[in-house]
């Protein structure tokens, strides 16, 4: 064992620092980490065929050199054991001697071939091509995997094979087969995996609509309610869908027999689906599987107790706006690009919020100019109701006027003129979002539940302290905060993760 500043570990190929193992033999420069030598021995083959590159030049293992060289696939420096072709002097490292040469990411409709010079359809754009998967730049004389019918999505080798964007269902075919790929995988829906798709109800009764006669659903037994619910084509109403929790606009579904109401469009959302922001299908869920009825979305931050895509293995929540927020390049009116998911928030500020937390994710504009907006901001809705207020508030990105002085008309406090704002143009009525919204925008109060600890149904509302000496969780017998269950007709209430626990238990 010898001690050194730093070195490449031939085993894992990452680089290591301080006391490594290294071979006697003179002519054999093998190293690794001390804690690799614990784990089975990788043996690479010493001369080897590959798909990203010349299939008649065979490509042999070189343990290691002492000059600087560059990964010819990637672009990355060569610091450990490598492939080499003694005909062409194509240098390679290990892992990327066995990337394929067509790949499929679930975020896009077609397969990405691997390339080594882009099309010049453009020449003055050539240089200035972006990963469509991590929204950073890529190095167009290294390789890159393409997509050949739409021209202009390209992403970096290692983006396109990462465990959370490639799509493991596509079954790899040769490159002579890419042709008759891409006409028969085109997605036939949002993130749908055709395989596992399930119908999201039942059809009840069926009415014929327009000219040309279609068939519409007029009474549907939706898989995340108890009764049947009837489609309503009138305005009129301050409700929130009970799956997406925004306000309620035509057409719609609604439960005679309850506060129960469904956007017609989150009424088809597909029972299974990928995502690009998480590994494995996601299945949609009437609601989190946890006690307290409502869960804290993976990609915005918020709590939500609408329906949920699940994953039940990984515990990931994704709540239905963040679902439906497109993969690819898409417009927002607050920036003059396209933005695109990204993957890559280090550093990175929501340009609307200033709110850097890594917990939530992020799209960032597709031509790199450092504009980005987080799940929180893209999420928030455009028209909303607030309290008894006659008029729709609109959400507005740049100052009403040029006075110079801006305030919210609710918190009577000063605004941002930089942040975005609700606005009533009838009665000019600025506000800031969160006096518009409150602090659970995704939490639709007054659903109720039924406990085994109380008789009567229990209401879902939110408070911080209550009133009549009613602060305590009659179950833990702590004090309550946020969201609570109260009783409307006793002084019965209780805590959302204690509602099914015994009375006298603490939390915990």
Known sequence: MRKSTQFTCDHCEEEGKGMFYFCATTTCSFMVHPECTLSPLVERPPIIKAEIHDEDHPLTLVQRFLISLTCNACGNDIKGRFYFCAICAFVVHLECAS???????????HPLNLIYSLPAINPSSLHRRICQLCVKM??????VYYCSTCQDYVAHLHCATSKEEKDETFMRKSRNELESIESSTSMLGHGL?????????????KFKSGVDGFEIAAEIKHFSHEHNLKLID?????????ACIRYIFTPYYACAQCRFFLHKSCAELRRRMRHPLHEHSLMLLPMTTYASGYFGCDACDHDCNGLTYNCEECKFHLDVQCSLL???KFTHDSHEHGLILSRSPEGRKCNNCDDSNEEIKFCSCAENC??????KCLTLPHIVWYEQHEHPFTLCYVPEDDSGEYYCDICEKERDPRYWFYYCADCIYPAHPECILGKSPNMKFGKT???DNHQHPLVLVQKSTSDDGRDL?????????????ECAECNFIVHPGCINRKIGTNKG
């Open 326 to 328: 497109p993969y690819n």
């Open 473 to 485: 969780c009659n179950v833990c017998v702590h004090r309550i905060y946020d969201f609570v269950y």
């Open 234 to 242: 009138k305005f009129g109403i301050k409700e929130k869908c009970d």
């Open 370 to 375: 450092g504009f980005a907006l987080d799940f």
């Open 138 to 143: 890529v190095d167009t004389d290294y390789g």
């Open 193 to 205: 995996d055709e395989s596992t798709d399930m119908l999201p109800y039942d059809v009840v009764k």
């Open 99 to 109: 990337l394929p040469s067509v790949v499929k990411v679930i975020r896009h409709d």
């Open 449 to 451: 539940r039924t406990s």
